[in-house]
């Protein structure tokens, strides 16, 4: 029987979620899920700092197979964009220096993997991600649900590959922000 262990990460500049999930088969555990905290420090180098020396530990503790990250895809502030992008470069460095591959997904993708529903509420996501996994979601918090979410999408996506797309631009000639608003129509304003 086949064994994964896949990272998942719902980076943030100021809170990051991450979550260590377990498949064998078609049986699935999650070995540990929380929060790295950066608000901690002032700095926000020292917070990009921080979060790939805890990935790193984490990576060292738990040996990962793979990483799953969700990428973040719009947002009112360009500022907080930008430190928002920072971090989860400074979680993939950390990945990839550890010689793991990454795949990245859309928020969109990773809902429908668990509900069906691209456009599910968090409170949602959390529910079926408790009763598939035997946890109290209302434990939770919404970084380490969303990390453990991520981890669940890219275990579905490697089972079925065409269930759930990963963010990916190679040949199909759009931009990021066609991709966004091809997935979000809702979102533009006419």
């Known amino acids: ?33 929380g929060v790295l905290r950066a608000e ?14 805890e990935i790193d530990a984490l990576i060292a503790k738990f040996n990962p197979d793979l990483c ?14 930008l430190k928002l992008g ?3 470069a400074a ?14 997904y859309y928020p969109k993708a990773v809902k429908k993997s668990i509900t069906g529903n691209g456009n599910a509420a968090k409170e949602q996501v959390a529910y079926m991600l408790g009763k ?6 209302t434990s939770l918090s919404n970084d ?4 453990l979410a ?5 275990a579905v996506r490697r089972e079925d590959p065409s269930s759930v797309q990963p963010l990916s631009r190679q040949g199909r000639g759009r931009s990021a922000w066609g991709d966004f608003i091809a997935g979000n129509p809702e979102r533009v304003k006419k």
């Open 1 to 33: 029987m086949e064994k994964h262990i896949i990272l998942g990460i719902d980076p943030g500049s100021r809170r990051t979620g991450y979550a260590v999930l377990k498949q064998c088969g078609n049986s699935f555990e999650a070995l540990d899920l």
């Open 144 to 147: 380490a649900t969303d990390a």
């Open 91 to 104: 979680c993939i460095l950390a990945v990839t220096s550890n010689g793991l591959p990454v795949s990245e």
């Open 40 to 53: 901690q420090f002032d700095d926000h180098a020292r917070r990009l700092n921080y979060l790939y020396q």
């Open 150 to 154: 991520v981890a669940w999408c890219h």
């Open 68 to 81: 799953a990250i969700e990428t973040p895809v719009y947002g009112k502030d360009p500022l907080a964009m």
């Open 132 to 137: 598939l996994l035997n946890l109290d979601a």
């Open 86 to 88: 920072r971090a989860q």
